[in-house]
């Protein structure tokens, strides 16, 4: 079943703006981690944050995670044309045996 | 290349086929999966392999059949399937079940078509 929900489901920029893009989840979890998807192609797997963690950053990347709130956001500074793709939250909690994905949000960014 | 490798990419087959397909990683990984990928719709989990074994089967209907010969090969075996069953499939793979601190490892996927 589905854990991660994000949020928007669309998102268009133009290249240097920021996009940010937030995933609620329902159960506690170990860790949550984000992926991005280039069209029809595989995820690739962009950072993860625990659930002790509050923050986190990868280059352009900051994850946030709000254990209270069962959310977290992905900030992208500065963002590319290259950095169009779906991006997903997927969640691993202590009694599944996997993660779970959301439906994702479409980034476009415009040149 | 993530190192997880995927084949077919694309495959067409007719609702009365018999195809399959492969995953391979050699990233040294002991836990395999399968999804499916449908449009707009959340990455769905099909089967999970844990050394070779398979743990979860989420409700899958028996014209998917997995096979896990060892814990580099995935692989899922199709037949008789129905036009609504297609989408991209994708494989993934972590160091351990359920406890991926460097996250999971994907295939580039297979988009299937059954016509």
């Known amino acids: 079943s589905q854990q991660g929900e994000e949020d928007p489901q669309a998102l268009s920029i133009q290249e240097g703006e920021n996009a940010t893009m937030n995933c609620s989840y329902k159960t506690s979890i170990n860790n949550l981690q984000w992926y991005r998807q280039n069209s029809g192609r595989g995820l690739v797997h962009l950072i993860l944050?625990?659930?002790?963690?509050r923050e986190k950053h990868s280059g352009r990347l900051r994850v946030t995670l709000d254990t209270s709130k069962k959310s977290s956001s992905l900030l992208i500074t500065a963002s590319r044309a290259a950095d169009t793709a779906s991006y997903f939250c997927a969640t691993e909690t202590y009694n599944n045996n996997d993660m779970r994905f959301g439906a994702g949000t479409r980034l476009t960014v415009k040149p | 290349e993530t190192g997880v490798t995927q084949t077919p990419r694309h495959l067409v087959m007719g609702m009365t086929n018999k195809k399959s397909l492969k995953c391979e990683q050699h990233?040294?990984?002991?836990?395999m999966y399968w999804y499916k990928q449908s449009a707009k719709k959340p990455l769905e989990l099909m089967f999970v392999y844990s050394l070779e074994e398979r743990v979860e089967n989420n409700s899958v209907p028996s014209r998917f059949s997995p096979e896990c010969p060892n814990s580099s090969h995935l692989f899922l075996h199709l037949h008789t399937l129905q036009p609504e069953d297609s989408a991209l499939y994708l494989c993934?793979?972590?160091?351990?079940?359920?406890?991926?601190?460097?996250?999971?490892?994907f295939g580039s996927g297979t988009r299937l078509t059954v016509v």
């Open positions: 993934a793979s972590s160091q351990d079940m359920g406890r991926s601190s460097n996250g999971y490892t």
């Open positions: 944050i625990r659930s002790n963690e």
């Open positions: 990233l040294g990984h002991n836990a």
